[in-house]
T-cell receptor, first 114, second 112 residues
Framework: NAGVTQTPKFRVLKTGQSMTLLCAQD?????MYWYRQDPGMGLRLIHY???????AKGEVPDGYNVSRLKKQNFLLGLESAAPSQTSVYFC?????????????FGPGTRLTVL | GESVGLHLPTLSVQEGDNSIINCAYS??????FIWYKQESGKGPQFIID?????DKRQGQRVTVLLNKTVKHLSLQIAATQPGDSAVYFC???????????FGAGTTVTVRA
């Protein structure tokens, strides 16, 4: 099993550009999450999904959109990138919503917005 | 401000010594706490968890202590090894929303 994978690993955008980050998991998990990690601030939840076709807002959802068209994939979109969105983005998945001891994280995507 | 935080951003430990990483939280409604380890270039990895009805839990070389009176959480690593060098995060789950809230992290460096 590959676990949780993220593409791309690195990306540099100009302000106003758009892009989509892809997260894929092969563990048949129902729940998927997108976090951002900024220096000195730990991880913050952007959006999450409790199943195929469903999404919900997390702590810092503004400027981002998500889609969960297939159970194994969770996409994070930036429609008009801003320098404040420079961060490392982590995707995670879990079988149950509260099984945090079994929440698996991907390796991260480092995004720089100029 | 943040409801979960670590006392020190960095910790340097001699190989073989015990490490103690501290975390303070402010939300008394939190009922579940987790410690994560994050190595350079990787995502966080679960280490150990503890529920609010416990004050101590032990794993392999790690012990988590919870003091609800002073809202304090600590992670103890026994016989610290070079592979323990990483950033350690504490996280809390509030009973009203079940979402993780992370602290800023402590960078542990193990000296040979």
């Amino acid at each position: 099993n590959a676990g949780v994978t993220q593409t791309p690993k690195f990306r540099v955008l100009k302000t106003g550009q758009s892009m989509t980050l892809l997260c894929a998991q092969d563990m048949n998990h129902e729940y998927m999450y997108w976090y951002r990690q900024d220096p000195g601030m730990g991880l913050r939840l952007i959006h999450y999904s409790v199943g195929e076709g469903t999404t919900a807002k997390g702590e810092v959802p503004d400027g981002y959109n998500v889609s969960r068209l297939k159970k194994q994939n969770f996409l994070l979109g930036l429609e008009s990138a801003a320098p404040s969105q420079t961060s490392v983005y982590f995707c995670a998945s879990s079988y149950l919503e509260r099984s945090y001891n079994e929440q698996f994280f991907g390796p991260g995507t480092r995004l720089t917005v100029l | 401000g943040e409801s979960v935080g670590l006392h020190l951003p960095t910790l340097s430990v001699q190989e073989g010594d015990n490490s103690i990483i501290n975390c303070a939280y402010s939300n008394s409604a939190s009922d579940y706490f987790i410690w994560y380890k994050q190595e350079s270039g990787k995502g966080p990895q679960f280490i150990i968890d503890i529920r609010s009805n416990m004050d101590k839990r032990q794993g392999q070389r790690v012990t988590v202590l919870l003091n609800k009176t002073v809202k304090h959480l600590s992670l103890q690593i026994a016989a610290t090894q070079p592979g323990d060098s990483a950033v350690y995060f504490c996280a809390e789950i509030r009973s009203n929303d079940y979402k993780l809230s992370f602290g800023a992290g402590t960078t542990v460096t193990v000296r040979a």
